[in-house]
């Protein structure tokens, strides 16, 4: 095992998480954006010129299916919900902090 320090100042962990079945919501889930939110996360941390320092990540589910898309930021304390791609210029602005 090698053991290096965190290759990201920061990474965005941005839910994707699908369930096909129904059963409940799902941020990844065909109209809930969670997906188009990721997308769009990169592009603008690309934009930005945040790529190498900011790494925006697919994540499973994080727990707050109803209040999705949900994202957060690590390390820090910030958690978004109900995010949508219009968000990701404010969100991105933070992070080139
Ligand atoms: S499916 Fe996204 S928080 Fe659960």
């Keep these: 095992m090698d053991k290096k320090k965190v290759p990201f100042r920061k990474t965005v962990f941005v839910c994707v998480n699908t369930r096909p079945d129904g059963a409940r919501v799902a941020c990844g889930n065909p109209g809930r954006g969670g997906l188009e939110l990721c997308e769009a996360l990169k592009h603008a941390v690309k934009e930005k010129g945040l790529k190498g320092k900011v790494r925006v990540a697919k994540s499973g589910c994080l727990d707050l299916c ?32």
């Design 66 to 97: 109803e209040q999705g898309p949900n994202a957060f930021v690590y390390p820090g304390d910030e958690w978004y919900s109900g995010v949508t791609p219009q968000d990701t210029a404010a969100i991105v602005a933070k992070l080139a902090d």
